[in-house]
């Protein structure tokens, strides 16, 4: 019984020869490998393969003419096959001498055997052939008599099977190298990607109706669902606000009046700013004298003009109320407002003693960012029970009925945190996201012509917003905007067939000349093929993404 052959390719790796041989039914298998295959690149190759075989408990043989692969063949384990060579037929005789004992015939004998039995007969029997008695003559004084001759006469031996043999070796092996040249080794593959182009798509006014059984696209309707849910939650937050409690700094300033006449300061009518900072007169300053000059032309105030060093205090505590001593301190009256040409202060002396130390309050914004939270989080919360019923609810598609809020602590208590509680009822409409999304693209994909479909679904974008919602008449209406590709159709069937024979350059010109494709990847093999197979079977087309 014939043990059967695997081909393998240049390229084939022990996976997919493992996987050829689990194909195989037959215990022995042999394995055609080329040269410089990849299975011989590495030793490692040959052992995984040895060990795949052994555990699908078939015996390989190697036949190959790669010196290097059946090396590492016999080093893994396995057995090697060869080609037969051609031997010379042995020469050989259908005539003999034999030195058996001479066999005696009269004339009559020799005759009868002669006339009576035909070569095919003689050849059956002993082979041996008398000599006519007439051959030669003996002096005995009677008839003569046959001569006693020892010739054997050989039946002809079978011709020698070997050049038939040869023959159909040379065929076979004639015929291996065709198929591989020709259909085995020699493959094509070609990864064709279409051309795209963007596609971007505004559709208004989609309609979510709870009045809706069916998906329309033609009208962009949608079925919607009504849904009701009452939610409490409660949670602690952190408080904002601060309240200074530290320090406030002191110091005493010097006051400039270039009013012309006494001026009376109050303490509680009069506010003096540095960079946004107020502070305030310790006590009533009365009788302040106009700014006079040692020298009018160079404007050199008399120091007795000024008044007497005035304490002021900051208004707040803190390190920030700190001044050096020179700064330029303004001055607001409620009498006469505010005047810095003509009423000024500069500080005396080192304005300090101010030190920060807050305490935490409830502000009016902590309280509003509290209840903002926990309408979120009923939200949310209503929206994760229905996305497991397949339902999303967009913004802006529920509102907030009769909320009951409230807080442990009312707003501007000293605490750095406080308890808040929602009651609220969750009103709105819902839908499915595949019933929007199919609806657009259905939309979509009607605005594109013939030769174009739509890339795959999870590479689009589709966002959508709320544009009004309407419970009393169960109706939400979206607004949704698809940005996606849209991708040449390609008939792969007919590609191949064009590409037979073909060098890359060429295949390229065919295939970069079609409107519908962008791009093209090659790869022949084995590595120095220079053009593609001559039947399409060979040649492997298929689309990239």
Not at 249 to 268: D, H
Not at 482 to 503: I, M, S, W
Request: proline residues 5%.
């Amino acid at each position: 019984m014939s043990i059967p052959s695997i081909y393998i390719d240049l390229e084939d790796d022990v996976r997919k020869i493992t996987s050829q041989l689990k194909h195989q039914r037959a215990s022995q298998v042999v394995l055609v490998c080329p040269r410089r295959c990849l299975l011989f690149a590495d030793r490692l190759n040959l052992q995984l393969l040895k060990n795949e075989a052994d555990a699908l408990d078939k015996e390989i043989f190697i036949l190959s003419m790669d010196e290097k692969g059946q090396q590492y063949a016999k080093e893994a384990g396995f057995k090697l096959k060869f080609l037969p060579k051609p031997s010379q037929a042995k020469a050989f005789s259908d005539i003999k001498f034999s030195k058996k004992p001479v066999h005696k015939l009269d004339e009559a004998g020799l005759s009868g055997v002669l006339v009576q039995s035909s070569p095919h007969h003689l050849a059956r029997h002993s082979g041996k052939m008398a000599v006519s008695a007439s051959q030669t003559k003996v002096e005995t004084g009677r008839e003569p008599a046959v001569p006693e001759l020892n010739v054997d006469y050989l039946a002809p031996q079978e011709k020698s099977r070997m050049p038939k043999l040869l023959a159909v070796v040379v065929s076979a092996s004639l015929i291996l190298a065709l198929s591989l040249t020709f259909v085995v080794l020699p493959s094509a593959s070609v990864v064709v990607y279409a051309r795209r182009e963007p596609v971007a798509l505004e559709i208004l006014d989609i309609s979510a109706s709870g009045n809706f059984k069916n998906n329309e696209a033609g009208k962009l309707a949608i079925a919607g669902t009504k849904v009701e849910e009452i939610i409490s939650l409660n949670d602690k937050f952190q408080s904002s606000g601060k309240k200074q409690v530290g320090n406030r700094a002191t110091g005493t300033v010097q006051i400039y009046n270039f009013a012309k006449l006494p001026l009376n300061l109050k303490a509680e009518t009069t506010t003096l700013i540095v960079g946004g900072k107020t502070y305030n007169l310790a006590n009533d300053v009365a009788g302040i004298k106009p700014v006079t000059y040692k020298n009018a032309k160079t404007k050199e105030i008399n120091p007795d003009s000024l008044s007497g060093p005035v304490e002021i205090i900051a208004t707040q505590g803190g390190e920030d109320y700190n001044l050096p001593a020179g700064t330029r301190v303004e001055i607001t009256n409620q009498v006469f407002g505010s005047s810095p040409q003509f009423l000024y202060a500069k500080t005396g002396s080192e304005i300090k003693g101010g030190a920060s130390r807050f305490l935490s309050l409830i502000s009016d914004g902590d309280v509003t960012s509290a209840k903002t939270q926990l309408q979120d989080k009923a939200a949310a919360q209503l929206k994760q029970k229905l996305s497991g019923q397949g339902l999303v609810l967009a913004d802006k598609a529920y509102i907030f009925e009769t909320p009951q809020f409230t807080t442990d602590n009312p707003a501007g208590t000293e605490t750095p945190a406080f308890q808040a509680s929602l009651q609220v009822k969750v009103s709105g409409m819902a839908f499915k996201t595949q019933d929007l999304n199919n609806l657009i693209f259905q939309r979509v994909s009607d605005t594109l012509s013939a030769n174009k479909s739509l890339q795959s679904k999870n590479l689009d974008q589709i966002t959508y917003k709320t544009k009004s919602l309407d419970l009393n008449n169960q109706l939400l209406t979206l607004n949704a905007h698809f940005e996606g590709q849209a991708v040449f159709n390609l008939d792969l069937p007919y590609l191949a067939p064009e590409l037979v024979g073909k060098t890359k350059d060429q295949v390229n010109g065919i295939l970069r000349s079609k409107a519908e494709i962008d791009r093209v990847d090659i790869t022949l093999a084995p590595s120095w093929q220079k053009t593609f197979p001559m039947f399409a079977r060979q040649i492997k087309v298929s689309v990239g993404e």
